[in-house]
């Protein structure tokens, strides 16, 4: 007995052309989107990258441009005042990822309760987020005046005058722990909306069934709410990561990068380099820099993703 080898039966032209004409409906739906990222982030990542291997000015000079390699990630990398801005945005991430993330988990605890008003409350916890960061600069500058600001003034008060004003944003001690109370403050709203979401997003028969297995408040808090916002509290820190290490506008309005350096970030780096010194290849190479490190946080995310299952 042989076998005989049967093709398989091709599919008939009406089907074929479905699925030619479901093909480019789907690229045209992805085209818009791919078309925009090709835009405003390849091509410019692109440029800049080539930018940093030039002596590109700022504003064109009668002496032609040059190709200089890998000279300027030379220099950025024996620059010791961009080794302190990275350790200074990497100690602003450290300290704000706990009380920005902590601050928005409690305020989403709590507002996830049934309280009165409680949209209201939600609003107005939530108002600090879409206020411009410039307009919060200009309040918690005021804030921090030395010697006789609001917030020395309640510290001498609470201290009964035993405390001594505090120059918040001229002292090197205070400075940067002063930036990241602000930002914690004004960004924590974003947080606490996640983690709103990540609550409801919780099925009531899992606290149900803990409930009737005799869980108190506690272990259902820990052994259903904490694994319930595994993903949410992944996604959090790392978004909340990236963006600490783009700190900018606090600090050219507030400090400039004082006192004594220590309020230097990568990105006031690369724009006093780009447009103060007019290096423009030297900050793009400091901005390739910077979107690699933003990457392999990125690329962190996506590992912490799959591990979790999300």
Not at 1 to 9: E, F, V, W
Not at 116 to 127: D, I, S, V, Y
Not at 150 to 170: A, E
Request: proline share 7%.
């Amino acid at each position: 007995m042989t076998l005989q080898q049967t093709s398989m039966p091709a599919l008939p032209r009406p089907a074929r052309r479905r699925d030619r004409q479901r093909f480019w409906q789907e690229v045209a739906m992805i085209a818009p989107a791919v078309l925009l990222l090709a835009i405003f982030l390849i091509t410019p990542f692109l440029l800049s990258f080539w930018t940093a291997m030039t002596n590109q000015p700022l504003v064109p000079r009668p002496t032609p441009v040059r190709f200089v390699g890998l000279l300027n990630f030379q220099r950025v990398f024996t620059d010791p005042l961009f080794w302190t801005s990275l350790w200074n945005v990497t100690r602003f991430t450290a300290w704000v990822l706990p009380v920005q993330c902590g601050l928005a988990f409690l305020t989403a605890l709590l507002l996830h309760q049934k309280l009165p008003m409680q949209n209201l409350l939600r609003g107005m916890f939530f108002l600090p987020a879409i206020t411009s960061m410039v307009v919060v600069c200009v309040i918690w500058g005021t804030l921090f005046q030395y010697p006789s600001g609001p917030l020395n003034q309640i510290v001498g008060f609470l201290s009964g005058g035993t405390i001594q004003p505090i120059d918040w944003l001229g002292d090197p001690s205070w400075a940067m722990f002063s930036i990241v109370l602000l930002s914690a403050w004004q960004a924590y709203g974003f947080q606490m909306i996640i983690y709103l979401a990540g609550l409801q997003g919780i099925p009531e028969e899992l606290y149900d069934a803990a409930r009737i297995d005799g869980a108190s408040a506690l272990r259902r808090f820990w052994h259903v709410t904490m694994p319930g916002l595994r993903p949410t509290h992944v996604f959090v820190l790392v978004i909340t990561t990236i963006q600490a290490f783009k700190l900018y506008t606090q600090v050219a309005i507030l400090t400039q990068g004082g006192p004594k350096e220590s309020t230097e970030t990568v990105v006031h780096y690369m724009v006093r380099a780009g447009f103060e010194e007019q290096k423009l290849g030297y900050a793009s190479a400091v901005s390739v820099i910077l979107f690699v490190i933003v990457l392999l946080i990125a690329l962190l995310q996506r590992k912490l993703l799959r591990r979790f299952d999300v």
